[in-house]
């Protein structure tokens, strides 16, 4: 039996998932609590050592998990949503995995324009924002592919938020 791993399977879109390929292939879960009944690995996604495990004998994945809302800070939707979907493909790639199955929405990065700088940039005080750098600029190493388009070689992060992936 085909082994699935499906991040935030106890969210709403992973429950409803769930619903639909339970008994058809083996499930496993890459989620921030236990998943009753099914085969849980617990931990965060922006920490890649500690993901890559779950991602062993696992013949697909389907990234679902994100901090949704607008109620978390910039900061917490960055290492979930951003770096957290970089860890799950490069821990994908790393355990040899041939397909991620990627589902996500604006829910996953609203609210980043009520927090320093994006606020003053949305104002219009640019002068107030500073000097914005990007937040990760890895890219995946050459031959990944990423919804049909072959990326170029992987340049690196220039942050720590992703040093891990690096």
Known sequence: MRRILITGLSGLIGSA????VEGKYALRALNRRAVPGVET???D???LAAIQPAFRDVDTVVHLAA???DKHAADVLMRSNVVGAFNVFEAARNAGVKRVI???SGATVSGWERDPPLSHLVAGRYAEAGKVTPGCTAR???GARLSGVTTP???GCRSSACASAA
Do not use: I
């Open 153 to 155: 070689t992987r340049t």
């Open 67 to 69: 901090a949704a809302g």
């Open 17 to 20: 998932l769930r619903k639909h």
């Open 140 to 142: 995946p190493r050459s």
């Open 45 to 47: 996604l922006g920490d």
């Open 41 to 43: 690995h617990q931990a």
């Open 102 to 104: 990627f589902a996500s």
